[in-house]
């Protein structure tokens, strides 16, 4: 038996590492753990292939005897076009994963065998219907998978060398109940972990692998901070007995710095980067879509309270809520510039399939389009207190604006001013010196004033933490491109102080 399993390009997104990495001999993406669980899940005797588009071409001669695609809402056109295409060719096409899982209806025209829910249980099923020749054309898994049952992903059967930075799941679900996520949808909101060996079991063989950064690919890392911590602990005296330091970065969420011991474990094992859901200021949007957690909190302080313990927020934005009003771009931009994080997602808000919003906005008469037609720079969601118009052009200045040259030096600055003094510096070697090159180049590409923004960050970094600075400088960098492809990167919007909504359509629409 013959397997081709792949894992689709996605829609270009802010996250990951831009072409400064890659013309570096490096991809700067992370692998997707779906494939090396699934190969892990495979018998020996079945003949499997595994591609990644991010790292390579999916192949356009051969023949399988299944073509399986996994994938997330961020990779689903391309999903769409592998399968179709492959089918065209009499091949049989099975699709699974999130995206199956939360838009099940939307799938299916696209695949013969369609596979919802967590893998551990409905694969090896599969896989012994498809030996007996009776597969059916729907597996559902009938209960969540209990991680430390999971195998070992094996990771060996990706492509070597490929990746900036390796992968480990501790934990799936969330038990937060925030309106707009599908995390809680499609893996709940009762969190499962792995246990602190098993966990370090799996960073033995990434650092075997050579890998030195590795993404904790956790919903929420810190949702249950006695598990966090003892996961932190196992993972810190492991890293410490190690001729080279491990680096982490991970998700969680903004009121970690409640627990101020677990802040400071945190730090110690490595973590140097985290993804924070901070998405507005505004206590009456996040009370509205239940993103409680952070309506308590002094964002920017708190924000700052996690630059101070080393570790560099990537904050998520979101515009749109029902309360924004066109002077609420403004006010996110004053936020985003106090609080000093350089590296900003700034999404509209959406509706993912399934979610609670979904069902809101459905029964506000207020979802618009077909979610799987709509590109990266759009939303399904009708606003409430602005035209579409207004949102989109609104969302497009306040990306310019942080991402202009002064701007953005100015969170740089900010982001120095509050890290610790390192005493043993991150990024070194040739592979860096290369990278920062590229970097000043690129930065060079854009004019004059960008050409100053990394010469001049460099002097607020003195006796800190320069792999944070590389990497808020790659961000930037990425943030501006992906800008430029969507065709909404625009310099003079950057220099204004508001967006300028008076020639604009005030009607939703």
Not at 27 to 35: H, I, R
Not at 179 to 190: P, Q
Not at 205 to 218: H, I, K, N
Not at 293 to 298: A, F, G, L, M, P
Request: proline share 5%; hydrophobic share 40%.
């Amino acid at each position: 038996m013959r397997i081709l399993l792949v894992n689709p390009a996605q829609e270009e997104t802010f996250f990951g590492f831009s072409e400064v990495v890659q013309e570096t001999g490096v991809s700067g993406y992370m692998p997707n753990l779906a494939l090396p669980t699934l190969a892990a899940l495979t018998p020996s005797d079945i003949e499997l292939t595994l591609v990644d588009e991010q790292v390579e071409d999916v192949p356009r001669e051969g023949h399988w005897d299944l073509v399986g695609i996994t994938g997330y809402i961020s990779q689903s056109r391309r999903m769409f076009e592998i399968a179709d295409d492959f089918r065209k060719r009499g091949l049989l096409v099975a699709i699974g994963g999130p995206y199956a899982t939360l838009s099940s209806a939307t799938v299916r025209p696209h695949c013969d065998i369609l596979f919802t829910g967590e893998a551990e249980e409905t694969w090896p099923q599969f896989l012994d219907d498809f030996r007996r020749g009776a597969w059916q054309t729907q597996y559902a898994a009938s209960a969540a998978a209990e991680l430390e049952q999971s195998p070992l992903p094996k990771i060996e059967a990706l492509k070597p060398d490929a990746y900036w930075v390796g992968v480990v799941q501790t934990s799936r679900g969330c038990p937060f109940s925030c309106e707009f996520c599908d995390v809680i949808v499609y893996l709940g909101r009762k969190q499962r972990h792995k246990s602190p060996q098993r966990v370090v079991t799996e960073l033995e063989r990434l650092y075997a692998a050579g890998y030195r950064s590795v993404f904790l690919s956790d919903d929420n890392f810190t949702a249950a901070r006695k598990r966090a911590a003892d996961i932190m602990q196992a993972v810190g005296n492991w890293n410490r007995r190690q001729p080279e330091r491990t680096y982490f970065a991970t998700q969680l969420s903004i009121d970690v710095v409640r627990d101020e011991q677990l802040l400071e474990l945190c730090s110690w094992a490595g973590l140097k980067q985290a993804f924070v859901g901070l998405e507005t200021p505004t206590a009456d949007a996040l009370r509205e879509v239940k993103k409680n957690q952070n309506v308590r909190q002094n964002m920017v302080a708190d924000v700052q309270t996690l630059h101070k313990n080393g570790i560099m927020v990537n904050g998520g934005i979101i515009t749109g809520f029902d309360s924004d009003t066109p002077a609420t771009f403004r006010v996110l931009y004053d936020f985003v510039q106090a609080a000093g994080f350089p590296m900003v997602n700034v999404n509209m808000l959406h509706a993912p399939e399934g979610t609670p919003l979904e069902r809101r906005m459905r029964d506000e008469g207020r979802l618009r389009g077909d979610y799987a037609e709509l590109g990266s720079f759009s939303t399904n969601v009708v606003p409430k207190q602005m035209s579409l118009e207004q949102l989109r052009r609104g969302t497009q200045w306040l990306l310019n604006k942080l991402y202009a040259p002064q701007p953005l030096l100015e969170r740089i600055a900010s982001l120095a001013e509050h890290l610790p003094v390192e005493r043993e510096m991150v990024v070194t070697g040739a592979r860096s010196a290369a990278i920062w090159q590229r970097l000043l180049d690129s930065y060079e590409a854009l004019g004059e004033e960008y050409a100053l923004v990394p010469r001049r960050a460099v002097r607020h970094f003195r006796g800190k933490d320069t792999s944070a600075l590389m990497t808020a400088l790659i961000f930037g960098r990425q943030a501006i491109g992906v800008m430029q492809r969507r065709k909404i990167y625009d310099l003079g919007l950057g220099q204004l102080e508001e967006p300028d909504f008076e020639a604009l359509a005030v009607v939703p629409s």
